[in-house]
């Protein structure tokens, strides 16, 4: 049975600086693509950010290009993003998942396992 566990949300000002991780166990973590997705208030889940297997791909949200990194650790079997420059439209919160396969992908089927989530707001 796979676990994925978010950490690391809470509550910042616009311009700051934040790091989730997730951890993940139960299959080999290398095999598996990982992704963020973020939920805002009263908004659809979407996706955010989204690394290969291996670490060498990744894929982002054109909202947050440029200001988040998504990054794994297959040693540790974690991903983190850090969120830098926040906005208050980062606000929600972001599920961390498993992916299907190895590759990159922006679609929430593309993934088969999930977290609880990690609630991270922003003030202006």
């Known amino acids: 049975q796979v676990q994925v566990v978010e950490s690391g949300g809470g509550y910042v000002q616009a311009g700051d600086s934040l790091r989730l991780s997730c951890a993940a166990s139960?299959?080999?973590?290398?095999?598996?693509?990982m992704g963020w997705f973020q939920q805002a208030p009263g908004k659809e889940r979407k996706f955010v950010a989204s690394?290969?297997?291996?670490?060498?791909?990744?894929s982002y949200a054109d909202s947050v290009e440029g200001r988040f990194t998504i990054s794994r650790d297959n040693l540790k079997m974690t991903v983190d993003l850090q969120l830098n420059n926040v906005k208050p439209e980062d606000t929600g919160v972001y599920y961390c998942?498993?992916?299907?396969?190895?590759?990159?992908?922006?679609?929430?089927?593309?993934?088969?396992?999930w977290g609880r989530g990690t609630q991270v707001i922003v003030s202006a």
């Open positions: 998942a498993s992916g299907v396969t190895r590759y990159v992908s922006g679609f929430e089927t593309s993934y088969d396992s």
């Open positions: 139960g299959r080999p973590f290398s095999a598996h693509a």
């Open positions: 690394i290969s297997g291996n670490g060498v791909d990744t």
